[in-house]
């Protein structure tokens, strides 16, 4: 890593006191189907394609297809993605999934880092423990607010990072 | 993820449309000294063949709408728009 980064780190990011970032991400299914099937793609396992949908009100349906014995079959949860900083929570709004969270924590193992957690019908992506995060986790304490919301076929991540 | 990205970059970030980031920065000035320091031991080091594939981050010069900079109790103040 970069020295001058590495100090900045180093001193908690002090040197910055004062600096403010907002900003705001659509992100498009199109982009996040590309970005989960190349992550397969890199890592053949029994998860062999994604067909994600976003819908309105925070809704999600993560269409996966799963190799079961010698076929493959599609499963299509619904998920409800909301934030608390700096924590993003998936919660399974289809019921008839609500037993099937087996495909979650293949999913997890599969392709997703650790830092996520499932409990019950929820599933939790704890940024501060994403090992690719590790350097920076002490800057990630001043991320102060971290929205999701969507509107039919984008998800909208919001942020506001301030050091004082 | 390289790739992707390196695809964002040659279709003119068109998957990302609507992005925007607004940024206040104020960078002290030991800050400065030491990427000073830093450009100048590499300045004065004889050049590594660049074996880097990084993507090439040029384009997105594009999107800045905004970059000012200013001096304030000695600090450099950035303030950079960015959307696309």
């Known amino acids: 890593m970069n020295t001058v980064l590495q100090g900045l780190l180093s001193r908690n990011l002090a040197d910055l006191n004062g600096t403010y970032v907002t900003g705001s991400l ?18 053949p396992g029994r998860i062999k ?9 925070n809704y999600v349906q993560l269409g996966i297809r799963v190799s079961v014995g010698p076929f493959t079959k ?17 919660t399974i709004a289809s019921p008839e999934y609500a037993g099937l969270m087996w495909l979650a924590e293949l999913f997890a193992r599969e392709l ?30 001043y991320l102060k607010t971290l929205r999701v919301s969507t509107r039919p076929g984008t998800l909208m991540v919001g942020f506001e990072f301030r050091i004082d | 993820m390289k790739e992707w990205l390196q695809k964002q970059i040659d279709t003119g970030f068109n998957d990302l449309k609507g992005l925007s980031i607004s940024a206040h920065v104020p960078v002290q000035d030991q800050v400065i000294n030491e990427l000073l ?18 993507p090439d981050l040029r ?22 728009d960015i959307s696309v």
Do not use: M
């Open chain 1, 26 to 43: 659509p992100v498009p299914e199109k982009v996040l189907n590309d970005i989960a099937n190349a992550k397969i793609a890199e890592r």
């Open chain 1, 49 to 57: 394609q994604f067909a994600i949908q976003v819908g309105a009100d």
């Open chain 1, 74 to 90: 599609w499963f299509r949860p619904e998920v409800i993605v909301t934030t608390e900083t700096p924590v993003i929570l998936f």
């Open chain 1, 112 to 141: 997703l880092p650790s830092g996520v957690r499932i409990d019950g019908r929820q599933i939790t992506l704890d940024l501060r423990e994403v090992p690719q995060v590790a350097p920076y986790r002490r800057a990630l304490s």
């Open chain 2, 37 to 54: 320091a830093q450009a100048l031991t590499g300045l004065s080091s004889p050049a590594a063949p660049s074996v880097s594939k990084a």
């Open chain 2, 59 to 80: 384009s997105l010069v594009q999107f800045v709408k905004k970059a000012e900079v200013h001096a304030k109790d000695g600090a450099l103040v950035i303030d950079v």
